[in-house]
């Protein structure tokens, strides 16, 4: 979770356990920790060798947060952030790369010894280096293939976009550049962007693409959350208002938990109630945040936007569904303490989210059905 001045967007959830709050008949919930420990942590021992320099790496030696999730063949597949004990000791100055891990039944996981996706001497080589990978999301389209949308992070540059992969097995993935890039003879090229959720719908305990009025639709940003829609998964173009900007449909509500401001979560789901959208939701640090909360805390809420016109907000929880309560959610690189949801999945009856913890860990949670 990085500030900054462009433009971005939002999603949402619900808790029971960690939000007192009427819940209102469209959100999924109430949320209950599955286990009461990190279910991913670091492992210093874990050694890869880094195709830019041509070193070997502890490439999970410090953190491992922000997962993104699906289930494949019965099991649940994670996709988390890994960050290596290269850099300055602070948030950002790391090189993130993403590993995969399965689990039979949502809290035990078996982890692949080396990362799956990592910046490379590619054609993305410019935006991922030195920076990285981060903050996945994950989706099946109709074809099978899965589609991430990831953070690309250069520090060279300063300078952060949504890209956009795809792979049929979860390990080999084939990049694709930026999600909104030569959109509008290039009106998108220089925005800073990030944070991405595509709309899914239910196909058993799959969650695939679903296509809305003929299009893929995928909410997006930080700060500020907008849509953008697409006909194939990868090449995406922003929904904008009559000034020819982006639509804003979520941002920062002073004295609620996302007084700071609200970023986009997990893909959000098709339901009989409209399209519903998990958030990430930052407290203020200043007089605007809510009193209830840590300054700068990131907890979880939902929203729930129109089938028939995605732009279209219908309802919106004022009170977190899941938030930081936990030490191991409460320390870390991230003090404030983070809920940080980007895995949403179906699992054995339930919903199962995976979370980031205080940009440290990676926590589970679950419905009862």
Known sequence: MRGWAGICFVLTLASGVAGA?????????????????????????????????????????????????????????????????????QIGMHVSRLGLAVSEDGVHFERRATPVFYPANDAQADREQPGGVEDPRIVEGEDGIYVMTYTQWSRKRNAYTVGIARSRDLIHWTKYGPAFAGVKDGKYDSLLYKSAGIVTRHVGERLVAAKINGSYWMYWGEI??????????????????????????????????????PETGPPPVLTEHGIVMLYNAKNATDE????????????????????????????????PVFKPERPFEQSGQYAAGTTFAEGLVRFKGKWWLYYGCADSFVGAAATSH
Not at 289 to 309: I, W
Request: aromatic share 8%.
């Open 224 to 261: 500020k959350v907008g849509l953008a829609t697409s006909k194939d998964l990868v090449h995406w173009t922003p929904v904008e208002d009559e000034s020819g900007k982006p639509v804003v449909l979520l941002e920062a509500r002073p004295g609620l938990p996302d007084s700071g401001f």
């Open 21 to 89: 709050q009427t819940k209102q008949d469209w959100v999924i919930g109430p949320w209950m920790r599955a286990s009461d420990a990190p279910v991913i942590t670091p492992r210093k021992e874990s050694v890869f060798n880094d195709p830019v320099n041509g070193m070997p790496v502890h490439w999970e030696a410090l953190h491992t947060f922000n997962p993104a999730a699906v289930v494949r063949d019965g099991k649940v597949h994670v996709l988390y952030r890994a960050e290596d004990d290269s850099g300055e000791m």
């Open 288 to 319: 605007t945040r809510d009193k209830s909360l840590a300054a700068g805390a990131y907890s979880v809420e939902e929203a729930v936007f129109s089938t028939a016109d995605p732009t279209k907000l219908l309802g919106r929880t004022e009170q």
